[in-house]
C-alpha cells in the first residue's frame, strides 16, 4: 500500500490584504520601516507577520523564521504568530521543527488535528530511512491527536501489517472505517489484514463490488488500479486507468497515477501521448510537466524532455528533482554546459542537502570538478559537521592531488560517531598514523562500519519494499551503491583487523556480541577457524552460513577449500562442482576443479559439466577457451581445435 503524506496548512495567510507589503513585495525599504515600527510597537501581531511575509518573499526563510520567533517571544498575540510559523516551517518539510513550534496549540481541537498531519509526515520521513519505530510512534500519536485522519490510519496500518502485527492492524482499519464506511484506502487496508496474496486477493474483489455501486468515485477506481498493477496485472490496470482519465472531471491525481503507471512498466510512448493531455487539462502542474520529461526521456526525445522539465522546474515548489532531470537530459543531449547550469543554480538556490548531494555526484561525473568541490561547500557551509559532504569532498580532494585538504576533511569526518569506514581508512593510508593510532582508527572503521552498514541495509530494505517498480529501483541505485561501497570498505576494515593483527579475534568476539544475528562477522568467524586450521570448526560454521544462503557462490567455494584442505578431495570436488553451478565463469573454482579432477582420474566430468554450461551461455569466450583447455588436457587434440576453429568464426 502507498504511505501518504498530508498538506499541512493552518489557513493562516503572511500576506495581509491591503498592507504595503502586499503591493510592494520583498522591498528592502519596507522592511526597515516594519523594522522601526516594532521599535515603537513590539507587541503588535501583525508587523511581525508583515515582516516575515516581506523576508520569504525576498527567498530569505532564515530571517522569516527568526522574525516570527521575536514575535512569539513579544507579541500579545503569540498563537496566530505560532500558527504561522508552523506553515512556514511545514512548508520548508522541517517536520520536527514544526512539531516542536505547534506543542503549546494542541490545546485545542485545530492545533492538535494540524499536529496530527505534522505526524503523519514526520513519521513517513522515519519510516523512510528506516526507523520504523519512530514511524510507528508518531502515527499512534496523529490518530489520538485526530481519530478521523485517514492517512494517519492508512499509514499505521500498512506498517502493522508488514511487521506482522496483522490484528493490531485490523483493529486501527475498523476503528478508522467506523468514521470512514466508504474509504477505499480502508477497505484495502482491511482486506490486507488477510494473509499474503490471500489479502491482496480480497483487496481487489472488495474494490470491484464497491466500484460497480460508484462507478464516478475515482478514489476506488484509482485504489483498484493500483492493486492491479502491483499484482501484476498490467493489463486490466491499464484499461482502468485509460476508463479513469477520459472520466469527465478526472483529477490531477488521477492523470499523474496513470502516467506513472505507464512509466513504471516501460511503456514511454503510452506515457508519453497521457502526460501531453494531461499537461494540456492541468498546465500548472509541475508534477505532470515533470512526469513529461521522464516519458520524453524514455523514449529518446531529449530535445522534448528538455521543454518538459524546464516548465516543471518553473512551476514545482521544489524544484530539485526537475533540476536534477533537467542535468540529466541536458547531459545526454550533449550540452555539457547546460547541464553543469542546472546543477550549479541547485546550489545557488539552497536546494535540499540531498538534491546538492546528487548534484555535486553528477558534477563529478561529468568531470566538473571545480563545480562539485563548490556544491560540497556550500553544503559544508551549511552544516560543518556533515559526514557525508565531508567524506565525499575529501575524496575528491584527494583524487585533485589536494591530500593537506583530503586529510584535514577526512580528520573532521571521523570525529563523528556516524562517519563510517571511509574517513579512518582513508587517514590510515594518506597519514601512516603511529601503531597506536592505527590501531585506533582500525578500530573505528569496524565499529563504525558495522553501523553504517546496518543502517544502510535498513534503508535499502526500504527502498524495494511494498510496490517495486523499476523506476523505484532505478531511482534507488545511489543507495544500493553506496551500501555496497560502504560494505567494501568495511570487509578491507574487518580483512586487516581479524586476519593479520594479534588482537583481531578478541576484537572479532566482541563485534558478535554486539552484533549476534551478522551473516558478515559469522563469515570472518568462519575464515579466521580455516586460516587457524581449526577445520571442523570452519567447515561447521560454512555448513551453517549455508543453510541460510545455499545460492551463495563464494560460500560454496570456502566451504570447498575447507574441505580440501582437511584432505577429503573427492567432497571438496563436489562442492567446487556445485560453486561452479552458481557461477560458471569463476576461475579460481575453475581451476581448483581442474586439479581435483586431473587427480582423481574424472576430468571428463568437468567437461560434461562445461558443455552444459555452454548451451546455457554461447557466447561466452571465457567457457569456450575452458573447454578447449580440457579437451588439450584429455588428450582429445582434433576436438579442441575444432571447438577453436568454431570460436575464431564467431568471433569473426
Same mark, same amino acid.
Given at each position: 500500500?502507498?504511505?501518504?503524506?498530508?498538506?499541512?496548512?493552518?489557513?493562516?495567510?503572511?500576506?495581509?490584504?491591503?498592507?504595503?507589503?502586499?503591493?510592494?513585495?520583498?522591498?528592502?525599504?519596507?522592511?526597515?520601516?516594519?523594522?522601526?515600527?516594532?521599535?515603537?510597537?513590539?507587541?503588535?501581531?501583525?508587523?511581525?507577520?508583515?515582516?516575515?511575509?516581506?523576508?520569504?518573499?525576498?527567498?530569505?526563510?532564515?530571517?522569516?523564521?527568526?522574525?516570527?520567533?521575536?514575535?512569539?517571544?513579544?507579541?500579545?498575540?503569540?498563537?496566530?504568530?505560532?500558527?504561522?510559523?508552523?506553515?512556514?516551517?511545514?512548508?520548508?518539510?522541517?517536520?520536527?521543527?514544526?512539531?516542536?513550534?505547534?506543542?503549546?496549540?494542541?490545546?485545542?481541537?485545530?492545533?492538535?488535528?494540524?499536529?496530527?498531519?505534522?505526524?503523519?509526515?514526520?513519521?513517513?520521513?522515519?519510516?523512510?530511512?528506516?526507523?520504523?519505530?519512530?514511524?510507528?510512534?508518531?502515527?499512534?500519536?496523529?490518530?489520538?491527536?485526530?481519530?478521523?485522519?485517514?492517512?494517519?490510519?492508512?499509514?499505521?496500518?500498512?506498517?502493522?501489517?508488514?511487521?506482522?502485527?496483522?490484528?493490531?492492524?485490523?483493529?486501527?482499519?475498523?476503528?478508522?472505517?467506523?468514521?470512514?464506511?466508504?474509504?477505499?484506502?480502508?477497505?484495502?487496508?482491511?482486506?490486507?489484514?488477510?494473509?499474503?496474496?490471500?489479502?491482496?486477493?480480497?483487496?481487489?474483489?472488495?474494490?470491484?463490488?464497491?466500484?460497480?455501486?460508484?462507478?464516478?468515485?475515482?478514489?476506488?477506481?484509482?485504489?483498484?488500479?493500483?492493486?492491479?498493477?502491483?499484482?501484476?496485472?498490467?493489463?486490466?490496470?491499464?484499461?482502468?486507468?485509460?476508463?479513469?482519465?477520459?472520466?469527465?472531471?478526472?483529477?490531477?491525481?488521477?492523470?499523474?497515477?496513470?502516467?506513472?503507471?505507464?512509466?513504471?512498466?516501460?511503456?514511454?510512448?503510452?506515457?508519453?501521448?497521457?502526460?501531453?493531455?494531461?499537461?494540456?487539462?492541468?498546465?500548472?502542474?509541475?508534477?505532470?510537466?515533470?512526469?513529461?520529461?521522464?516519458?520524453?526521456?524514455?523514449?529518446?526525445?531529449?530535445?522534448?524532455?528538455?521543454?518538459?522539465?524546464?516548465?516543471?522546474?518553473?512551476?514545482? +515548489? *521544489?524544484?530539485?528533482? #526537475?533540476?536534477? /532531470?533537467? =542535468?540529466?537530459?541536458?547531459? @545526454?543531449? %550533449? $550540452? &555539457?554546459?547546460? !547541464?553543469?547550469?542546472?546543477?550549479?543554480?541547485?546550489?545557488?538556490?539552497?536546494?535540499?542537502?540531498?538534491?546538492?548531494?546528487?548534484?555535486?555526484?553528477?558534477?563529478?561525473?561529468?568531470?566538473?570538478?571545480?563545480?562539485?568541490?563548490?556544491?560540497?561547500?556550500?553544503?559544508?557551509?551549511?552544516? +560543518? *559537521?556533515?559526514?557525508? #559532504?565531508?567524506? /565525499?569532498? =575529501?575524496?575528491?580532494?584527494? @583524487?585533485? %592531488? $589536494? &591530500?593537506?585538504? !583530503?586529510?584535514?576533511?577526512?580528520?573532521?569526518?571521523?570525529?563523528?560517531?556516524?562517519?563510517?569506514?571511509?574517513?579512518?581508512?582513508?587517514?590510515?593510508?594518506?597519514?601512516?598514523?603511529?601503531?597506536?593510532?592505527?590501531?585506533?582508527?582500525?578500530?573505528?572503521?569496524?565499529?563504525?562500519?558495522?553501523?553504517?552498514?546496518?543502517?544502510?541495509?535498513?534503508?535499502? =530494505?526500504?527502498?524495494?519494499?511494498?510496490?517495486?517498480?523499476?523506476?523505484?529501483?532505478?531511482?534507488?541505485?545511489?543507495?544500493?551503491?553506496?551500501?555496497?561501497?560502504?560494505?567494501?570498505?568495511?570487509?578491507?576494515?574487518?580483512?586487516?583487523?581479524?586476519?593479520?593483527?594479534?588482537?583481531?579475534?578478541?576484537?572479532?568476539?566482541?563485534?558478535?556480541?554486539?552484533?549476534?544475528?551478522?551473516?558478515?562477522?559469522?563469515?570472518?568467524?568462519?575464515?579466521?577457524?580455516?586460516?587457524?586450521?581449526?577445520?571442523?570448526?570452519?567447515?561447521?560454521?560454512?555448513?551453517?552460513?549455508?543453510?541460510?544462503?545455499?545460492?551463495?557462490?563464494?560460500?560454496?567455494?570456502?566451504?570447498?577449500?575447507?574441505?580440501?584442505?582437511?584432505?577429503?578431495?573427492?567432497?571438496?570436488?563436489?562442492?567446487?562442482?556445485?560453486?561452479?553451478?552458481?557461477?560458471?565463469?569463476?576461475?579460481?573454482?575453475?581451476?581448483?576443479?581442474?586439479?581435483?579432477?586431473?587427480?582423481?582420474?574424472?576430468?571428463?566430468?568437468?567437461?560434461?559439466?562445461?558443455?552444459?554450461?555452454?548451451?546455457?551461455?554461447?557466447?561466452?569466450?571465457?567457457?569456450?577457451?575452458?573447454?578447449?583447455?580440457?579437451?588439450?588436457?584429455?588428450?582429445?587434440?582434433?576436438?579442441?581445435?575444432?571447438?577453436?576453429?568454431?570460436?575464431?568464426?564467431?568471433?569473426?
Amino acid at each position: 500500500m502507498i504511505l501518504r503524506r498530508c498538506l499541512v496548512c493552518w489557513g493562516v495567510t503572511l500576506l495581509l490584504a491591503g498592507s504595503v507589503a502586499a503591493q510592494e513585495p520583498g522591498n528592502p525599504t519596507r522592511r526597515a520601516a516594519l523594522e522601526r515600527q516594532l521599535l515603537v510597537h513590539p507587541a503588535e501581531a501583525v508587523i511581525y507577520l508583515e515582516l516575515a511575509r516581506e523576508y520569504e518573499v525576498a527567498k530569505q526563510p532564515d530571517a522569516a523564521e527568526q522574525v516570527l520567533r521575536r514575535g512569539i517571544d513579544q507579541a500579545t498575540d503569540t498563537d496566530r504568530v505560532r500558527a504561522t510559523l508552523v506553515d512556514l516551517l511545514a512548508r520548508q518539510e522541517r517536520w520536527s521543527d514544526a512539531l516542536a513550534a505547534v506543542e503549546p496549540l494542541r490545546r485545542d481541537f485545530t492545533g492538535r488535528a494540524v499536529a496530527a498531519k505534522l505526524r503523519v509526515n514526520a513519521g513517513l520521513v522515519a519510516y523512510q530511512v528506516g526507523d520504523r519505530t519512530g514511524a510507528r510512534r508518531h502515527w499512534d500519536q496523529a490518530l489520538r491527536d485526530d481519530p478521523a485522519l485517514v492517512e494517519a490510519a492508512v499509514n499505521l496500518g500498512a506498517l502493522l501489517i508488514e511487521i506482522g502485527a496483522r490484528d493490531s492492524a485490523r483493529a486501527v482499519a475498523a476503528g478508522a472505517l467506523r468514521l470512514h464506511p466508504d474509504d477505499p484506502r480502508l477497505l484495502a487496508l482491511r482486506a490486507g489484514t488477510l494473509e499474503g496474496a490471500e489479502g491482496v486477493a480480497a483487496a481487489i474483489t472488495a474494490l470491484r463490488q464497491l466500484r460497480a455501486t460508484r462507478p464516478r468515485d475515482e478514489g476506488i477506481g484509482l485504489e483498484l488500479a493500483r492493486l492491479l498493477a502491483a499484482t501484476g496485472d498490467h493489463a486490466a490496470a491499464a484499461a482502468l486507468y485509460d476508463t479513469l482519465v477520459r472520466a469527465p472531471g478526472a483529477t490531477e491525481a488521477a492523470l499523474e497515477a496513470a502516467v506513472t503507471f505507464r512509466l513504471d512498466v516501460s511503456q514511454f510512448d503510452a506515457a508519453a501521448i497521457t502526460a501531453e493531455d494531461a499537461v494540456g487539462r492541468f498546465p500548472r502542474s509541475g508534477a505532470l510537466w515533470s512526469l513529461l520529461g521522464e516519458a520524453e526521456a524514455g523514449r529518446g526525445r531529449w530535445r522534448d524532455a528538455l521543454v518538459a522539465y524546464r516548465r516543471a522546474v518553473v512551476l514545482l +515548489p *521544489d524544484p530539485s528533482e #526537475a533540476e536534477l /532531470a533537467l =542535468a540529466d537530459a541536458s547531459a @545526454a543531449d %550533449g $550540452d &555539457t554546459a547546460a !547541464a553543469q547550469e542546472a546543477l550549479d543554480a541547485l546550489g545557488r538556490r539552497a536546494a535540499p542537502r540531498d538534491a546538492v548531494l546528487r548534484a555535486a555526484h553528477r558534477a563529478q561525473l561529468l568531470g566538473a570538478d571545480s563545480l562539485a568541490a563548490d556544491l560540497y561547500g556550500v553544503l559544508l557551509a551549511r552544516a +560543518p *559537521d556533515d559526514v557525508t #559532504a565531508l567524506t /565525499a569532498a =575529501a575524496e575528491l580532494a584527494e @583524487a585533485r %592531488g $589536494d &591530500t593537506g585538504r !583530503a586529510v584535514a576533511l577526512y580528520r573532521t569526518a571521523a570525529a563523528s560517531d556516524s562517519s563510517g569506514p571511509a574517513p579512518q581508512l582513508a587517514l590510515l593510508r594518506l597519514t601512516h598514523p603511529a601503531p597506536d593510532t592505527a590501531t585506533l582508527l582500525l578500530r573505528r572503521a569496524v565499529w563504525r562500519g558495522m553501523e553504517a552498514v546496518q543502517h544502510l541495509e535498513l534503508q535499502t =530494505a526500504q527502498a524495494v519494499s511494498g510496490d517495486v517498480s523499476r523506476r523505484r529501483v532505478v531511482r534507488a541505485q545511489p543507495l544500493f551503491d553506496r551500501r555496497q561501497r560502504t560494505l567494501d570498505q568495511l570487509r578491507a576494515a574487518l580483512d586487516t583487523v581479524v586476519f593479520q593483527t594479534d588482537w583481531g579475534e578478541t576484537e572479532l568476539a566482541s563485534l558478535k556480541l554486539a552484533y549476534p544475528q551478522s551473516t558478515l562477522l559469522d563469515r570472518y568467524e568462519a575464515g579466521l577457524a580455516m586460516r587457524q586450521r581449526r577445520d571442523s570448526l570452519a567447515l561447521a560454521r560454512y555448513e551453517a552460513l549455508l543453510r541460510r544462503d545455499p545460492t551463495d557462490a563464494e560460500l560454496q567455494r570456502t566451504r570447498a577449500a575447507v574441505l580440501d584442505q582437511m584432505g577429503r578431495q573427492r567432497d571438496a570436488a563436489t562442492a567446487y562442482a556445485r560453486a561452479l553451478e552458481l557461477a560458471p565463469e569463476d576461475e579460481s573454482t575453475f581451476r581448483a576443479l581442474v586439479r581435483l579432477r586431473q587427480e582423481s582420474g574424472t576430468l571428463e566430468q568437468l567437461l560434461v559439466q562445461l558443455r552444459r554450461f555452454r548451451v546455457a551461455l554461447p557466447d561466452s569466450d571465457t567457457l569456450a577457451e575452458r573447454e578447449i583447455e580440457v579437451l588439450h588436457r584429455l588428450g582429445r587434440t582434433a576436438e579442441a581445435e575444432a571447438v577453436a576453429r568454431t570460436r575464431r568464426e564467431r568471433m569473426s
